[in-house]
């Protein structure tokens, strides 16, 4: 089992910043690839970015160039750097690990709101 806990959302206006935190814990070397999502309500989960073990990157397009992740593996944790931020990248903001055999984990979410 992995635990994630997930600290830094908040309100912030447009054109700022903020960074997201998840710590894991739990069964870390089972673990590949860590990232973050993102819902709105009614609508499906979908990837912010992620990155596995080995270190590689992937974005959402709407996020490119904005968003920077990474993931500092002595701490166990991931860190979401959200700069430029847009109202319509309101949302809840979860964490996720995935391990080798493809399960994954969830955070519970934090809310970030960008007010315009």
């Known amino acids: 089992q992995v635990q994630l806990v997930e600290s830094g959302g908040g309100s912030v206006q447009a054109g700022g910043s903020l960074r997201l935190s998840c710590a894991a814990s739990?069964?870390?070397?089972?673990?590949?690839?860590m990232g973050w999502y993102r819902q709105d309500p009614g609508k499906q989960r979908e990837l912010v970015a992620g990155v596995t073990s080995s270190g590689r990157t992937n974005y959402a397009d709407s996020v490119k160039g904005r968003f920077t992740i990474s993931r500092d593996n002595a701490k166990n944790t991931v860190y979401l750097q959200m700069n430029s931020l847009k109202p319509e990248d309101t949302s809840v903001y979860y964490c996720?690990?995935?391990?080798?055999?493809?399960?994954?984990?969830w955070g519970k979410g934090t809310l970030v709101t960008v007010s315009s």
């Open positions: 996720n690990a995935e391990n080798y055999g493809g399960v994954k984990y």
């Open positions: 739990g069964s870390l070397r089972q673990i590949n690839a």
